[in-house]
C-alpha cells in the first residue's frame, strides 16, 4: 500500500483525502497541521492513522512514501524542502512556487537528495488531455489557428487569493490554469506575451488578460480573474472548426464543431474519483520505476510556468513582501 502524507489541512487537504480513500492502492497515512486539535479533527474524519500537530515531525515518519503538500503558495517552497531535506518524495500544489526562483532551488535540491517532485497542477495528468491532443492530430478542425481559454471565480472573500503576504492574486491560483491550458497544446516555444492586469488595493491581480504569441504563428487568448464567474472554457479554433472543452479547471466534456457550428464528435472522459487520481496515480508509477520527476509535467515545465508568471508579475508591478526582502 502507498502511503501518502498531507502538510496542510486546509479544503484542497480535504480534496486530496477524499480522492485516496476512493483509490485501492493508496491510503492517507499522516495528516500535519500546525494546529493540533486541527490535525486530530482532519484524521478522525478521514479514518487517517496519525495526526502531527507540526510538520518536522511528519516528515520524519519513515512509512511514508510521498507528501503532498496543500498550504498557500507563500510556503510551498519551505515545505517542499523540508520534505526533500528529509529524503521524502514530493507532490506540491500549484502554483509550484512563489516565483522562479524557489523552483529552480528545490529542482536542484531534489535532485541532489534523489527523490521524486513534482507540480500537482491536475489537468496535466487528466485524460483529456490525451482525448484534446488526439483531437487535434487527427485533422478534424483542419489547420489550428489560435485558442482561447479563461478561468474566473468569484474567490476575493479567501485569504490565500487576497492577501500578498500568502502570494496571493488571480495568476497564481487561476490564471496558472490558462496558462497551462496554452503549453499543454500549444507548445513551450513563446515568442512574446502580451497582457495587462488590474491590482486590488492590497497590490495583487484582481484579473488579467494574456496574449501569448508563439513562434510557430498560433495563438492563445487567455483571461483570469478573481471577482467573477466565467464560462471556464477552453476553445481551440481551427480552419474547418473548434474543439471546446468544458471547463479547464476539470474538463468533463470535449465537443467538436464544424465551420457551421454544427456539433460533429463528442469525447466522452472517464468517470473520476475527484480528478485528482492521476497525479497520484503517475507519482506512484514514476517512484516505483525509480524516476525523479514526472512525465505529464516534466520539472523543467514547472520551471518554465514560473518563469513565464514571474515575467508577468513583473510587467504588472505585483511583487510579494517576502521578494522585497531579497
Not at 78 to 100: D, G, Q, S, W, Y
Not at 122 to 147: C, F, Q
Amino acid at each position: 500500500m502507498f502511503k501518502i502524507g498531507i502538510i496542510g489541512a486546509g479544503g484542497i487537504a480535504e480534496h486530496m483525502a477524499e480522492t485516496v480513500a476512493g483509490m485501492k492502492n493508496a491510503k492517507i497515512h499522516g495528516i500535519a497541521s500546525r494546529d493540533i486539535f486541527k490535525a486530530n479533527a482532519f484524521a478522525e474524519k478521514y479514518h487517517i492513522p496519525r495526526a502531527f500537530g507540526s510538520y518536522e515531525d511528519m516528515v520524519k515518519d519513515p512509512e511514508l512514501d510521498l507528501v503532498y503538500i496543500a498550504t498557500p503558495h507563500s510556503h510551498h517552497a519551505e515545505h517542499a524542502e523540508l520534505c526533500i531535506r528529509n529524503k521524502k518524495n514530493v507532490l506540491c500544489e500549484k502554483a509550484f512556487t512563489m516565483n522562479a526562483a524557489q523552483a529552480k532551488k528545490l529542482v536542484a535540491l531534489a535532485k541532489k537528495n534523489k527523490v521524486y517532485l513534482a507540480e500537482a497542477i491536475w489537468t496535466r495528468y487528466m485524460p483529456s488531455r490525451a482525448a484534446v491532443t488526439k483531437l487535434m492530430d487527427s485533422g478534424i478542425i483542419g489547420e489550428v489557428r489560435y485558442l482561447t481559454a479563461n478561468l474566473s471565480y468569484s474567490m476575493a472573500n479567501k485569504e490565500r487569493i487576497v492577501k500578498p503576504e500568502l502570494a496571493g492574486g488571480a495568476l497564481l491560483d487561476l490564471g496558472v490554469y490558462c496558462l497551462n491550458f496554452a503549453f499543454m497544446f500549444f507548445g513551450n516555444k513563446v515568442a512574446k506575451i502580451d497582457s495587462s492586469a488590474k491590482l486590488s488595493k492590497k497590490g495583487v491581480d484582481e484579473n488579467e488578460s494574456m496574449t501569448v504569441y508563439f513562434k510557430d504563428g498560433r495563438v492563445a487568448y487567455l483571461t483570469s480573474a478573481m471577482n467573477a464567474r466565467s464560462d471556464r472554457k477552453g476553445i481551440i479554433w481551427g480552419e474547418k472548426g473548434y474543439i471546446v472543452v468544458e471547463n479547464i479547471n476539470n474538463p468533463n466534456a470535449i465537443n467538436v464543431y464544424n465551420a457551421e457550428d454544427k456539433l460533429i464528435k463528442s469525447v466522452k472522459l472517464p468517470e473520476q474519483i475527484t480528478g485528482y487520481e492521476y497525479q497520484i496515480i503517475e507519482a506512484m508509477k514514476m517512484i516505483k520505476a525509480g524516476k525523479l520527476e514526472s512525465e505529464s509535467m516534466p520539472l523543467s515545465e514547472t520551471v518554465f510556468v514560473m518563469q513565464t508568471m514571474d515575467k508577468l508579475r513583473k510587467d504588472w508591478g505585483v511583487v510579494f513582501p517576502q521578494e522585497k526582502k531579497l
